[in-house]
């Protein structure tokens, strides 16, 4: 599986759109993107998942643009309950379960 | 619905000492996994099973089992715990076809 690249930390102020840019330059073609949250002491969370173009949900949307060599996790308005880390993967359906590896995350701080 | 609930929440083992982590899903999820989080890292795979009666090993399985008990239930074994074991263990579950997995909260072992 492709390896994935991203910002180790970022800072955002309450209230402004964050953008997280990860970058997974070995892609397959059969490789999905999806992106997780994880607050301390809890597991990952699913924010989002997709495989090229824009995909937008209640909480986040994710840009993937045509060469799929990158993505960017965009979180609208953040507030300081969005302070976490996230993580992009790439993964591929392999055999019914699911290929995923989990790079060592963005840590995004928000300040009041 | 649970989701996925992991047992016990904390342990300290002694060198040398075994023991079993519990995990089960009411989700009727095919696919189960352990993970490994060591601080500041991303979660590693330890053994995965795709469905009941089969197991696999993913990125780090020495010095680990696992067993399949049924659909609902994966438990991760430490024969003989090493200080190298010392994390945070995760089990999560998926759906056939989709690209979510659940996570429960996880397990704190430290081994000294």
């Keep these: ?112 | 619905n649970a989701g996925v609930t992991q047992t016990p929440k904390f342990q300290v083992l002694k060198t040398g000492q075994s023991m079993t982590l519990q995990c089960a899903q009411d989700m009727n999820h095919n696919s189960m996994y352990w993970y490994r989080q060591d601080p500041g890292m991303g979660l590693r795979l330890i053994y995965y099973s795709a469905s009941e009666g089969t197991t696999d090993k993913g990125e780090v399985p020495n010095g680990y089992n696992v067993s399949r008990l049924n659909k609902r239930e994966f438990s991760l074994r430490l024969e003989s715990a090493a200080p190298s074991q010392t994390s945070v263990y995760f089990c999560a579950s998926s759906r056939d076809g989709s690209y979510e997995q659940y996570f429960g909260p996880g397990t704190r072992l430290t081994v000294t």
Excluded at chain 1, 85 to 103: A, D, E, H, I
């Design chain 1, 1 to 112: 599986l492709a390896k994935t690249t991203q910002p180790i930390s970022m800072d955002s102020y309450e209230g402004q759109e964050v953008n997280i840019t990860c970058s997974h330059n070995n892609i397959a073609t059969n490789d999905y993107i999806t992106w997780y949250q994880q607050f301390p002491s809890q597991g990952p969370r699913f924010i989002i998942q997709g495989y090229k173009t824009k995909v937008t949900n209640e909480v986040a949307s994710l840009f993937i643009p045509a060469d799929r060599k990158s993505s960017t996790l965009s979180l609208p308005r953040v507030s300081l309950s969005d302070t976490a880390v996230y993580y992009c993967l790439v993964g591929r359906n392999s055999g019914g379960y699911q290929k995923v590896t989990f790079g060592t995350g963005t840590k995004l701080q928000v300040i009041p």
